[in-house]
């Protein structure tokens, strides 16, 4: 059975920071690709950041680009999202997912099979 487990959401004054861990278990961690999505109050669900198998490939969404960073400790079978430099509109419940395929790198949802509960993050003007 797949667990994903997020933590670190808050509340946060725009402009401050805040780091999102997810901790997987139940499937061999260092072989999938790892994503956070988003999603706010009536909107959808939305592709945040992506991460290889080994960490050496990222991907991000554009209104994320150069202000959140994804990485990965396989040792520890944790996926961390640190987000700086944030806006009231990164609001929203961020979940982690891991790719449904071995060594691919989706950036879709449907591409992703296991979803944690999420987490929220609220950023105040």
């Known amino acids: 059975q797949v667990q994903l487990v997020e933590s670190g959401g808050g509340l946060v004054q725009a402009g401050g920071s805040l780091r999102l861990s997810c901790a997987a278990s139940?499937?061999?961690?260092?072989?999938?690709?790892m994503g956070w999505f988003r999603q706010a109050p009536g909107k959808e669900r939305e592709f945040v950041a992506a991460?290889?198998?080994?960490?050496?490939?990222?991907y991000y969404a554009d209104s994320v680009k150069g202000r959140f960073t994804i990485s990965r400790d396989n040792a520890r079978n944790t996926v961390i999202l640190l987000m700086n430099s944030l806006k009231p509109e990164d609001t929203a419940v961020y979940y982690c997912?891991?790719?449904?395929?071995?060594?691919?790198?989706?950036?879709?949802?449907?591409?992703?099979?296991?979803w944690g509960q999420g987490t929220q993050v609220t950023v105040s003007s």
């Open positions: 991460i290889s198998w080994s960490g050496g490939i990222t």
């Open positions: 997912a891991t790719d449904r395929s071995p060594y691919t790198i989706p950036t879709t949802i449907t591409e992703y099979d296991y």
């Open positions: 139940g499937r061999t961690f260092s072989n999938y690709a």
